[in-house]
């Protein structure tokens, strides 16, 4: 591109900068009484312009001289996806081990813990939802609906029928399961995209029978004091009732509030673990096999004799049920849950996560969570911008990475190596 | 009969402008098959720019009339549209034919972007907006006493309706622009190959439907008097359902579900429940889907092997 174009290009770029910013940016309204007064920003206007202007400018000129040299690929690649996934394997290790000595750290303190309790709920919400999307292929925007089913059964089992966390957690994944079963009879028979969009109402659903079922559910104040698991039986608080003794005595510790926070750690920790053995173990299953073939070819499995219904709904009841877990150890963990706490954006920061992470991928889906959970307590400062600059990254990461972080789709089964016969 | 007749009359009201979103939503799914999901946004957007700009008029002198009302909606068009185009051309030509999610996952990322945007440019507080056109006329009166009322904006936003669905028509099926769109539509390769700059049509289609939003976003500002940095979502969500239920990638479809979203949504709080009027569009389509998945008007999707 000769540099005249790139001026013209550029200009074209500012003159729409121009026009989005000019209104939107540069008047803000002031609430002054009953008429609202305004407020010029022109100079944040120029600035926008000038950034746009530039911007455009430089990256055209950049491109064109780069567009000269040809990439070279093919053989390269190959080469490269099998040390992706060599590398892959050693991260995982060491992502393992890591997560495992986490809180021994001299750094862990009650918010490095509590973040990393944060990361891993998202990991195995991933991993849950990676079932769904990833593995079968089928595009969920209400997954939070499971999430939400799960915390919403914890709370009221225990505190309607007083059953502890060991007992609601299978309940918990029960009652989530019948739900996908519930969502996903009806609509599974649906191509892609109305999946997706039948799934995001579906979670709207939910939310709002949450938050007007006021007698059963609390309504939009939620429900509050949700007992807390026991570590077998013992407290972690700082005196026993009667007759019973807590976690820093049994033990002779020191009471401290950390205790709790690292027992919560190694909880989801475990849970988290759990659901990455049992989803590879189940690709490895018949069920699995059919997953990631309906993902492939749906045709194809259908004239194989796969039932494509049957398969589906496994898909949703087990990405349900991950969910439903993951929920109710949130409830837990929180004490204290509402249905702010599962709104749209949660369904979309999971799916983010899922993508992100590269499909399939499972310590894709770690790092992607890492990412989205730390990038905005990284800007937690600037409260303003926090979820701004989030929904900008997901625009930029998806750019720089449409197959996400670890792109590499590794088939889970492929076909012993054949040798062709000698001429 | 009266309480219906009201009812319905606001309904209509309300779907006309969710069918308005919804012709978004549906020409850009005909012509490259993915959900945009910032389109709320864009309508949000809208709703935005008519406060600002009434404001501004305010401020120098102008109170509000009919004649104010028609210059904030017409300049309201140009910065919309700039958005469409700038939405297309940021988060979703770059991730042409990568995988299907790709797109979807940038637009999500762009609408919760826009909407935090508003939110820290203009505050989070609801903006008020003047009262302009007030008043209206009785249709019939009830032996109980009961009025039928219909308000001049009511008219105003569906005689603007019907205008913007004629023009957009004629602009479909007579012009150049209409033609190449169609011709993405139905195979973009081939129209590629007989010289049509996809691009630029696929461009253009974002401006259309953005420009359409930001007029169902002026008219609901002025019908609400209220506007707030999160409205494009749930109203898009609908305008998306309506967009399904019409039959997506046919536009007459996309009015007619948007009508009819709006009839049950009023119809629904009126009779039912006014918390769970969400509920029951969500339900509608479901049971839209499951019975006729190919919408009202839509033409069933032939997979080929």
Known sequence: ?423 | MEYFLQQAINGLTLGAVYGLIAIGYTMVYGIIGMINFAHGEVYMIGSFIAVILLALLGAWGFPPSLAILLIVLLAAIPFTSAFGWAIERVAYRPLRGSFRLAPLISAIGMSIFLQNLVQFLQGARNKPVPTALPGGFTLMEAASGFTVQVRWLQIVVVAMTVILMVGLTLLIQRTSFGRAQRACEQDMKMAMLLGIDVNATIARTFVLGAALAGIAGVMVAYYYNVVHFYDGFLAGLKAFTAAVLGGIGSVPGAMLGGLLIGLIEALWSAYFSIEYKDVAVFSVLVLVLIFRPTGILGRPEIEKV
Not at chain 1, 233 to 254: C, I, K, M, V
């Open chain 1, 1 to 423: 591109m000769s540099p005249l174009h790139a001026v013209r290009d550029a200009a074209i770029a500012a003159f729409v900068a121009l026009a989005v910013a000019l209104p939107i940016v540069g008047v803000r309204t002031v609430d002054t009484g009953a008429v609202l007064g305004v407020d010029f920003r022109l100079d944040w206007v120029a600035a926008i312009v000038a950034t746009v202007f530039l911007g455009r400018l430089c990256v055209l000129l950049w491109m064109g001289r780069r567009e000269r040299a040809p990439r070279q690929a093919g053989m390269l690649e190959t080469t490269a996806l099998g040390w992706l996934a060599l590398i892959g394997r050693f991260l995982a290790y060491g992502i393992m081990g890591f997560a495992l000595i986490l809180p021994m750290m001299s750094f862990a303190d009650r918010y490095v813990v509590d973040t990393a309790t944060q990361v891993l709920i998202y990991v195995m919400l991933g991993w849950g939802l990676n079932v769904v999307v990833g593995l079968a292929g089928l595009l969920d925007l209400g997954y939070v609906a499971f999430y939400a089913v799960g915390a919403y059964s914890y709370a009221l089992l225990a505190q309607n029928f007083g059953l502890n966390f060991w007992q609601c957690l299978p309940l918990a994944g029960l009652f989530a399961a019948f739900f996908g079963i519930l969502l996903g009879f009806p609509v599974l028979r649906l191509r892609g995209d109305y999946l997706a969009i039948v799934t995001l109402g579906f979670g709207e659903m939910i939310r709002i029978i949450l938050n007007n079922w006021a007698s059963f559910t609390g309504g939009p104040n939620g429900l509050t004091s949700i007992p807390r698991p026991s570590f077998f039986g013992l407290e972690f608080s700082r005196s026993a009732p009667e007759g019973e003794q807590t976690f820093h005595q049994f033990f002779g510790l020191e009471y401290s509030t950390l205790h709790r926070l690292v027992f919560m750690y190694y909880l989801i920790l475990i849970l988290a673990f759990l659901t990455s053995w049992a989803v590879g173990r189940m690709r490895k299953l018949p069920v699995g096999r059919a997953w990631e073939a309906l993902r492939e070819d749906e045709i194809a499995c259908q004239s194989l004799g796969i039932n494509r219904t049957m398969t589906k709904l496994t898909a949703f009841a087990i990405g349900a049920s991950f969910g439903g877990f993951a929920g109710s150890f949130f409830a837990t963990r929180q004490g204290f849950i509402s249905p702010e706490s599962f709104t749209f954006i949660e369904s979309a920061t999971i799916l983010a996560i899922v993508v992100l992470g590269g499909m399939g991928s499972q310590v894709g889906v770690v790092l992607a969570a890492t990412v989205l959970v730390l990038l905005p307590e990284v800007f937690r400062d600037l409260a303003h911008y926090r979820m701004m600059v989030f929904g900008l990254a997901m625009v930029l990461i998806m750019i720089w990475r449409p197959k996400g972080f670890i792109g590499a789709r590794v088939p889970s089964i492929r076909l012993a190596d054949f040798r062709r016969p000698a001429a």
